[in-house]
Structures are given as structure tokens and as C-alpha cells.
């Protein structure tokens, strides 16, 4: 019989009969305390670090092949490499802006082990140069907030942190900053302009690759919370036993949060490449199926911002080339589950009204596609839309989006290819075509709920766009 | 082309002229074409003859990639991508699409958003008719929009400032005023404010945009929500006439064009030339236009018609009778006392060609005593120095700040110095005797108090970091007086006291009226202190004056020592005033003849780098004044001399043949070259500046006195706009000071000083060193520069309380 | 008190400290006002624009982008009712409705009494405990209408206090480096070397 224990301080959670990496501790209550964390096996990954050079360090993140897991998946120890040589000073940044819908993992890890995070900032400050480390967490989380304060106060106490650690040269400090409310932050250029005291908008890839020009202008390495909660396993046993879970592409295990009309949601450490969608939705050890007895509908594979997959994916694995080419991406590890009862315009609606709420307003598109699209759905959802605004959400659409769009095969629609992602976009950021991916896989997938939404007119108003003279 | 605002042009004239150092081959619509290393996409396209759409890309600031208005095809080599052309520089072998399917719908995508909330107000919009948005949406947009939404509503047009409305509703949040604030003005008093498609720009509640440089983001801005209140509802663009010219409100000589309708000034705009404005203008040059179209303008010549009486007044008369009765004046002084009793001063705000022709009256009677300064100013001499330009001064190592605060007086000199300092191509030290607005910019301060500048320069450059630094590479002394209750005998010692340390140091002279260096230059410069300014204003105060010739200068406001001022006008036995209004000092003239202004008058200017280029003419001179060549050509005849002078031409002409100095500076050169032509004058060796020793003395503080850009000079003054920006008169103190008086902040106290006493309020202000007090110069209210003493070094005073 | 008290003003000091660009510490500090005095005030504003040195105009650019602050007085307790995917899935539309019948506000309003002031929020990071909601930024999961009468009624008798700050807390622990572990913040333009660990591995280039 597996062990499926949950526990009430760790709400969602849900351990299963699989090998653990970041989720260790979450069966002890006092799992955040440092007495915790040093009785477990912290810091050891920091000790066997500083007992060896920082290059090797480098490398044995590197062949780890650790992806990131804020959403690009990139692997963090090439990451690191792209700093460039002799300039100083370079900088960490941790993102703890968790805030793509559906996506509940950094939050419990911070709030659960902050002492496992913090060891994992240390490795990386160590192993790429890195002169000082800031920890910005989403304003909104203030419990996450408390614990990560205390967790940083005992490490510098103990000496974990600071000057000379572990009686050593190696010094950095870690600053907790906290956000204020805005999901576009979690955007890497926009994060670092937040950290500036900025308005956090994003800046343009290239020339402000943060590894090159970032924090202050200085080569800046941002990593997801996630991404360094993983660093102390690989310190403390090797980039082989990290290598030994997952698959070769997609190696280790990656916390997932399943949401929505399932019968169990929960977040779960999977293992990382092979646990398919439908082990995540239907198995015993996950979600255990959809709720009521009903059918599945659709499901949003990777956060808010991913084009929707309906019953035909299910049995694509959790591994981002899988996903990209049947039309999707696995970005932040979300999976929103939609049962058939499911309203889709309306659904499809939360999610453009939060993109277009979200717009940071520096891209035309984004800023004024957004509102476009979501004042349209709204109407539509309302019972007040014509066909003619069906037409005019595409056509704002690839504005924002020009160029095919992706999306997923449905065989109930005699669709039988995938667009494979991604898009191409008007934006600097992933926003604005956020804004517009929803709408466009639900009135892909589900034409007629929006057809028999709405009224027939076909005849389109438009108005001149100048006056003239 | 589509964009109608002339300075925007994403190839810059520096491009224009610099041959293509190391080209880099990109392919664009399929043309293979050579782009400069580090050239924007858009910058090399429009080169090669592709306009790319755009809003928020502008070449003077940097590029924020923001409206995607200029989103274009680039493959380099990993298949086409939809790229923003301002934000990529071309790279070898890169292939860009600007017109490709994909492209123009993107480019008419984004227009129709960018139009989705814009009014359709352009009937009434100022803008309409010069729009880039109207333009583009013609020339790259859809033609019509599917927006039945509501549009977003905001309170219609607000006042940012005494001069700028912005409305809300038009705004298309391109950040090309708020970026203009944050990086060219560093005045960030207006920014984005919420966020989203509700983003909007703002002031912080109830704090202006309070900047010297505000209209410029008037010019900048590429629709119409952002308007100046002097121009707002004038005039439709496609009534506008204009011209190119040069501001002469300072001697930046900022490169502009005059708009005008049915012979009006409507409004001055910057236009870009690399060496000297890059497009921008103060809001002293822009807005000081009124002044010209001021009802108060002098129109008819002016005589006194009893004789010489104080009760006695002026009244108008012809032109003819006027240049008769100046004529009988000049040689009425010639024959009582000879050319060694007529006085002429001024000149420097006139054109290259008002000035040379008065030089050359003045050398046809023999008149010696000339100054275009007023005892304000340093020995003309330095202008005989190694001399270096604005941009070598933006571009040098070091930059070494003796001279006024330069963003109350020479503001564009202060931005383009703060644009090198805040990209850290240059440090700047700066001597001051008060915080000044390159303060904060400058990589090393030194306050000094007054008298005591040499010592601390010497010592101060004597510090090894400072010696470091200089060794770096170029210096650029910027020369002028920051004190004007110091005399220029200490200016001077300050500047040699830097040149002792740095012989090698070039030097910009810092003299603030707009042609003082092509007045000084072509004749009317003094270098001997026994016949200039403050030598010949005691000469008339002394009795010994029979004639003073003021052209177009005013030394009851202009000369530090008004004291000596008042009784030069008084002891001066006739007076000849040209001037443009009527100023206190014209009101002691026997003969007021009228002045042609500028935009009335063509000809040319000398900046302060010596940069000679052309103002021109673009409404008919105010009732019947006359330009000052004309003026002095016609006096010349009537005594006699012929100078020669048909047309200003002719005059111009006679510069380039006559004055070593413009050889190059002919009308064809100066018109072919959209820099201007440098001329630099040679002067005779710099005198020594006589040593200072302090006295002890019962007086506890040491007066600073400088000027404010808005004061009360004429063309301020006598304009609507900007004359209520005048801070009015008063003395601030640092605060310890005050304590010391003991005395509430805002008091008014009695200034005591040697010469006589001023009463004024005293204000507290961290920023005035300890021991000094400052007062601006020549602002409405009590007068400081009675204290001002122009034979002593410097002006100690007191401070009393009233009761 | 609307700009920073003595004591706020030594922590703000202290926040600044640990930033290389004094600006930095711009959103702690607004965050630090909005604890003390419930929302963000204008005299507030300059108050932290003069301790970060910068104009007002920025610190209110940089405040009004972001969410968490606000500029008009707010209830003793802000509840946020998320509304987006996961929550609108599992009832949150319903909850809203239910949550404005019971404090006779609509949803961006301020109760009477001060006490509540109710609103949409988004995406709350709590997707698996749908619908969800919080009160002065501390979560409610799973959320029913009759727990969220329990939670008002609890939360006007003050019995969660101890659990729940007025309206601008963010956290009651805070960081604080001991000065004699900090390595301290340096200017980027003051720092030449890279750091002193890796002078032994990294060969300068
Ligand atoms: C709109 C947007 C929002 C994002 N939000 C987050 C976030 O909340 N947390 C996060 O870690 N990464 C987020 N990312 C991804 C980051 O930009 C960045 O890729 C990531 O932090 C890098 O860390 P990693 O390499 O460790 O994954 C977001 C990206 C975009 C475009
Ligand atoms: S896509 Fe939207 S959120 Fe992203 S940078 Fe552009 S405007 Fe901002
Ligand atoms: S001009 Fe390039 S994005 Fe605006």
C-alpha cells in the first residue's frame, strides 16, 4: 500500500510512493526551523560546495541538466555560464513572484523549508560569483514573507549566511525584498526593474539578457525558487543521483499543482519527463479522476498562459518537447482541469480579464488588445455579443499574435494536427499573447459554445480611425 | 518621409557628415546595403530611403521598444522574427523585411490599437495637420477601426506646469516626455502613473513639472496630447510659415525654426544639429517669442524735447529727424569734448552685423570707450585663449566648472554637460560659490567662499585623485562669472589659478548674452580696463562723459553696480538709446530709436564657441523700427562716413573680408554648413589679475549673487508666459545661519554693506554655504546690487533685524 | 502621522542600507508607510522619496503600479476574493455574490464601520484549495459561504486578532542582518574585483 499522507500544515500537499527532492521535509510541522533543517541533512550540500572549487560546482549543476522551473524550463547551469567574463559585480536574484494562475509550488516551498532555499541560493552565489543575493518574494504572501525572515535570521546567526561562511572566504549577503501586487513581476527584466524600485515593466530580450545587463545594469542570474530548492540535493549527493530520477531530457522531479474539477487537486512532487497528464488527472496517486463521475472537458497543461489540451493529450508526459509539439507548454506546472459541465466562454473569460488586468501597459498590443479582447468576451459571456465580435477577437488576436497560433488536435472536431508552440508575438513579454491564448483555444476547441452565444448580424461597424480636416 | 517634426529625423547630422567607419552589410527588401556598426535597424533603414513607422523611438533619448509601432521582419539566421527595428542594431549579413506581409499587418495592427482609445477630436486638436499619429494612420494604418467600445475617459486637457496642458485622452503613452524628463532634463516631475490600459503619465499631486526645458515635450510629443498654453488654439499647422534660425536669448545659439501665420510669431521649436542643441531649447528661448509681438514694443524714434531737463519728457518723432538730432548729438560731444568723451555699450544682444557696423562707426569717429559688456562679464581677452566647443567639452575627460550655474544660464550648455557626466563620458569638478544645478552631477564640489577661489582651485587640483583624473585626457575649462557681487578680477584669478594647474586646458568662455562673443569678436570687445564698461559708466558718473551710446543695454538693470549705474545716466551729459522697449535706462536717453528684435532681422550670430550661423527674419519689424547695421549705417552718413552698407549682405560680407576671425564665416559657408562655421577672434594677453588680500572686517557674511533664468530682463518680462516664473527678489541663508540672526524663516531683514543697505526677506536654504548669503540678480523687488561695489573683490555684508 | 515615525524611519534606514542603489528599498518603504498608517499617503510618498532621494513623482510612478498599495483609507482588514481560473472553477462567482450580500458592500468598497473592505483579486497561489480568499494578505481556503460569515463574524468580535495584523502588516518578522555578519552593499560602480572566492579559479579575462 502507498503512503499517501497529506498534512494540515501544508495544505494541498500530497506525498505519494515516489522519490522526493524538494519536498522532503513537508511531513514535519516544524519542518521551516533551522534545528529542522540541520536534524535533516541542511546545509550539507553547502559544506561539500565550499569543500570544493566553484567551478566544479558549476559543472556538477551543469550535468545535472537542471532545468529551470519558473515557466522556460531553461537549464540553469548554462544559465549561469552566460555571464559575461570579468565583469563584476554579478548578482542573484530569486523569483518568489509565484503568481501564473493555476501555479501553487514556490509558495509552499517557502513557507515549508526556507532554509532548503536559502541553501540553494548559497551553492549558486557560490558557484557562478555571484556577490549578492536577492530574495524578492510576491507581496502577497505574507506567511511566506515571515518565514523566510526568520529562516534568513538564524542562517546569518549560525554563520550560514554573511561574512566568511562556514569559516570560509566565500561572503554574500541575502536581502529579502518583497513585491507589491503585480503578476507581470514575475517576468525575470521585470522583476529586476521592481528590485530597482521601478514600475515593473518588462525590458526587451535583447540586449537585456539579466545574465548579461541586469540587476543595476551588472550580469544578473534570476532562477525560480523551485530551480534552487533542488541545488542542495545535487550538492549534497551528485548530479548522478539527480540524473537517476526523470528522464534525460527533463531529469529529477518537478512539483505540480492540479486544480480545478478533479476529484483530489493537490500539488505533487512528480517524476520529472515521464508521469503523463492522465497519471496526474486519473491516477490514484494524484487526482484521482475528475469529480462527480463527470467527463473531462479540456485542461489548461501549464499555468494560464498555456493553450488548452482536451481529453486526446491526456497521455502526453510532463516533458517540454512532448508538450510543444502537441500544440502546448508545460511552463510553471499548472494543470487547470475543466469537468463537462464547464461554462468555456465563461472560463476562457477569467483568464483574459487576469492578462489584461495584468498588463504592465508598456506594449501597445498587450495594453490595449488585452482590454479589447476581455471588454468583447465579456459581452459575449453576457449574451451580448454578435458573430461579428467573434471575427474581431481573431483579428485583434493576430495582432497580438501574427502568424498561426497553437493549439491542440481534437479528434472530436476532426482536427488532427497540432500547431506546435510557440507564436509569434507583438510583445515584448508573454502578456499580451497570454491575453489572447485562452479565448483562441476555447473558440478552437469549443466553437459552437461561442457560436450559439451569440447573435447573428454580420454586418461590422467600423468607424473612421482620424478625423480629417 | 511621413514625420513632420524636423528634428526627429532617426539619422542624426552627425550621421550625416561622418563617413561610414565600419560598415556592416545587411540586406534590406532584399537590397544588400551598408549600415554602420551599431546602427539601429531603424536608423539604417531610413538611410536607405525605408521610413519605419514609429512613435516612441526618438534619436536623442534612449529606445524603449514601447509602442511596436516600428516592428519589422529580421532574420539572422535563424528565420524571420518580428523584431522592433529601434531597439536592434544591424548585425553582418542580417536580412530585414520592413513591408513583408506579416510586417504591415502588424504595423497596421498596432495602429489600429494605438487609435482604439485615441479621441477623434483632430478638428479641434493643435496637433492636427502635424500629427505623426494622423500621418502614420494614413500612411501605414488600416483606414478604419472596429472599435465600438467605449473609449477611455479622463478630465480633459490639465496643466502640468504654468505652460503645458496635457490631455490624458490622447495620450498614447509612448514615454517620449517622461523618458525627456528622467534622461535629458533630469527633471522627473512628470511620470506613468497606475498601470495597464490604465496607465496614464502624471505630476505628483499638487508638484508641477516644474522644469526649465518643459516645452520641449511639447515638441516631442508625437500627437497631441501635450500643448503649450502660448500656442494652444493659434493657429492650424497648414497656416504656418517658418524658417530656420538661431536663438540668441543666450549664447548657446541654439539652432530653431520660427513658426509664424499672417505675420505673427506663433512659437519657436528646436531643430537637432549635433554640435550644439541635439533639438532642445529652454523655456526662457521658446517662450520669450511674445516679448517680440509685445504691444510695448518701441515702434517710432524717441526724442527729448526740452533741453536736458529731469522734468522734461521724450516724445516721438521721424526717423529722419531722429538720426539728425543723434547726428548733432555725436558731434556735439565730438567737438566739446573729442571721440575720448563719447561712451558706447552694448551690442551683445544685437546680430554679428548690428555689432560690426557700430564697431565700424564707432572706429570712423574715433570712439574708444566701447564694451559690449557690462562690467558682468570676463576681459574679453580670454576669448583669445585655446578655445574648445560644446561637444569637445561633452566628450573631454574633465570638464572644469569655474563659470555660472549654467542650467540658470546657459541651460542647454547644462544639459549637454549633464548628458556627458550622467553617460560618464566625462567627470566634471566644479568651483562654485553656491550650489548650482551641475552639483549633483559633478564628480567632485568645491564651495568657496568668495575671494578665496584661486587657493581652493590650486590646492583642490593639487589632490592626487583630482591630478589622476586630469591625466585621463582633454580638460575643458568652462570660463564665466559665477559671482557677480565678486569682481572680475577674481573670475579671472580663479581661471588662472587653473590654468597654472592645467596649461594645457582648453577653454569655453561662459558669457551668457546671447552674440556677447561675435560682438566682442567683430569690434566692440574691450581689453583695456581703462575704457570699458565700469571705466567709462565712472567716466559719466564723473561728469567727464559728453555722450553715452547705449545699444540696446540697460546698466540700470544690467551692471552689478547699480549704484554706479544710476549716476553714470545721471552725469552722462546727452544719451543715445537703441533699444527695443523702453527700459529704466532708456528713460534717461535724449533719443530712443527703435530696434528691429529678433525673427525681425536677418544676419548672423557668434555662439559662445564661436559658432557663427544665421538668424533670420520672419515677420515685419515692430511699427517702424530698423535693425541696429541699418541704425549705425545711417548715423554713419549723417556724420559723414560711409560705411558701405546697402544690405545686411553687405555687411555680412564685409565681415568675412575684414575680420580675420569669419574668413571662413562667408554668407555661402555659413549656408552650406548646417553646424555653422567656427570663428575664433585673437585677443592680446590676458592681464594679470591683481592679488587679493582679505581684510578683516566687522561684517559677518560674504555675498553671492547670480542670475535666475527667468528674471527681469525685457524679453522675459514682457512675456506673458514665463514672466510670472520670476522668483522676485530675496536673499536665502543655510539654515545654522539663521539660527545665528535669530530671525523666523521668510523674515525680512536689513542687508547691510558698506555702500548702504537693502531690506529683503531672508529665507532659509541648506544648499547656501555657511558664512554666505545669496541673492539672485535682477528680479522684480529691492535691489541687492546696491551693495555691489565694482572696485572691491568682494561684497561683505550684514544682517540686521528690523525692530 | 502620515510620513514616517522615528522609529520607522531607523528601519527605513536600515532597508536602505542593504541595497546598492538607494532606490531599491522604494517598495519596502511604501509597504513600510502603508503599515503605519493603513494606506499610502501623499505626505508619506515624499517622505520616502526624500529618504531614497528620489522626486515624489517616482516613488507615486512606482506605488501606483502595484496592487498592494493604496491610496484612499482601507478597512482593518482588505479581503481579497480571488476570482480567476481555478477559484471562478470551484465557486468563487458565487462566493462573491454571497460575500457582498453579507457586508452590504459591493465588491472595491469599504464597509461603514471601517472594519472590511472587499474586493476582486487575482491569482492567489492556493489553485489546489479553490475558491480562496485573504484577509490582509493571510489566507482562507476552500472557502464556504457559511465560513465566510464565521470568518466576519470572528474577525468583528476580534478573535483573530493575534493571528491577523491591521490592514498594511506584511510581515511580523522581519529581516535584519547583524552588522557584525553583513558583508554589506557596495555601489556597482565601486566594485572592480570579482569576489575574493574565486580569484583562485577564475583567471581574469
Ligand atoms: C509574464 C511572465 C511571468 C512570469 N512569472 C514567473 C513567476 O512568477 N515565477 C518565476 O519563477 N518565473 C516566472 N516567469 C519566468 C521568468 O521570466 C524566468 O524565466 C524565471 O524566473 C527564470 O528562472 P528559472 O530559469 O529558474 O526557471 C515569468 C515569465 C513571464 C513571461
Ligand atoms: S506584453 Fe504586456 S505585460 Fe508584457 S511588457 Fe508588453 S505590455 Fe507589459
Ligand atoms: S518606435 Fe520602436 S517600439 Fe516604438
Redesign the interface.
Known sequence: MTARASYPWA??FYEGDRPQIVTTRFKYEDSYTLDRYLATGGYEGLRKALAV???DVADEVKKSTLLGRGGAGFPAGVKWGFTP??V??RYLVVNGD???????K??LLMERDPHQLIEGCLIAC?AA????CFLYI??????A???V??A??DA??S?Y???DILG??????I?????????VVGEETALIE???????MPR?K??YFPAAVGL???PTIVNNVETLANLPFIAANGSAAFTSIGTETSPGTRMI?????VKR???YEIINGSTTFRDLIYGDDFSQGIRDGNELKAF?PGG?SAPWFVADQLDIPFEGRAASAAGSMLGSG?V?V?DST?DIP??AL??VK?Y??????????C??????LY??LERIVAGEGTDVDLE?IL??G???C??EMPHASSRRLDINVAVPFPY?????CFVGPSAYVPVHSAMTLFPEEFESRVTKRKV?????????? | MTDTTSNESAISHEHAITPAPDAVTITLNGRVVAARKGELIIAAAERHGQYIPRFCYHPRMSSVGMCRQCIVEVDTGRGPALQPSCMITVAPDMKIETSSPIAKRVQEGVLELLLANHPLDCPVCDKGGECPLQDQSFSHGPGESRYVEEKRHYEKPIPINENVYLDRERCILCDRCTRFADEVAGDKLIHFIDRGNLSQVNTFPDEPFSSYFSGNVVQICPVGALTAKPYRFKARPWDLEQVESTCTSCSVGCRISIHSSRDELLRFQGVDVESVNWGWMCDRGRFNFESIESDERLATPRVRTADGHAETSQSETSWSSAIAITAQLVQGALDAGGAGSIGLLGGARSTNEGAYAWAQLADAIGIERRDAQLGDGMPAQILGLKRATISEAASAATVILLGPDLKEELPILYLRLRDAAEKKRTKLIEFSGQTTGMSRYAWRTERYSPGTGPSVIAQTLADPGIVAQIAKGDVVIVAGRGNLAESEGRALASLQAVLDAVPHATVLPALRRGNVVGALQLGLGQESCERDALSTLRAAADGKLELLILLGADPLNDCPDSDLARRALAGARRIVSIDTFLSDSTGHADVVLPAAAFAEQSGTTTNLEGRVSRVNQKVTAHGTSRPDWMIAADLALALGHDLGFGSVDDVTAAIAANVPAYVGATAAAIDAAPEGVLAIGSFGVMPEAEPFEQQPNSYDYRLVVSRKLYDQAVSTAMSPSIAGLAIGSGVCIHPLDLDRVGVPDGTEVKIVGVKGSVVLRLVADATVQRGTIWAPFNQVGADVTALIESTSPVTDVRIERLS | MSRLSDVNVALAREIIGRYPKKKSALIPLVHLSQEQNGYVTEEAMRHVAELVEVTPAEVYGTASFYEMFRFEPTGRYLINMCGTMSCALMGAVELMHHAEHRLGVKAGSTTADGMFTLQHAECQAACTEAPTLQVNYRYRFRVTPADFDQLIDDLSAGKLASEIPPHGTLGRQRQHIPADRAVGAVHPDHVTAGPAWLTITESPS
Open positions: 495544505a494541498g572549487q566553484p567551478a567574463a570579468g563584476w559585480p509565484e503568481s501564473e494562475p493555476g501555479t501553487y514556490d509558495r557560490y560569483g555571484l556577490s549578492q510576491r507581496g502577497e504572501m505574507a506567511l514573507h515571515e518565514r525572515a526568520d534568513l535570521n546569518y546567526a554563520g549566511i554573511g561574512k570560509t572566504e566565500f561572503s554574500v549577503d536581502v529579502l525584498h518583497w513585491g507589491a501586487g503585480a503578476y521592481s528590485l530597482e524600485g521601478e514600475r515593473g526587451l535583447p540586449p543595476y545594469g551588472q499543482a492540479v486544480s480545478g474539477h487537486p493537490g500539488v489548461v494560464g499548472a487547470m475543466m464547464t465563461a472560463a477569467t483568464l487576469f489584461a488586468h495584468e498588463s504592465c501597459g508598456k506594449c501597445v498590443p495594453r490595449e488588445g488585452g482590454t479589447w471588454r468583447i474581431t483579428e485583434v493576430e495582432s497580438i501574427p502568424g509569434k508575438m507583438t510583445t515584448i461590422r461597424t467600423t468607424i473612421p480611425v482620424m478625423a480629417v480636416q
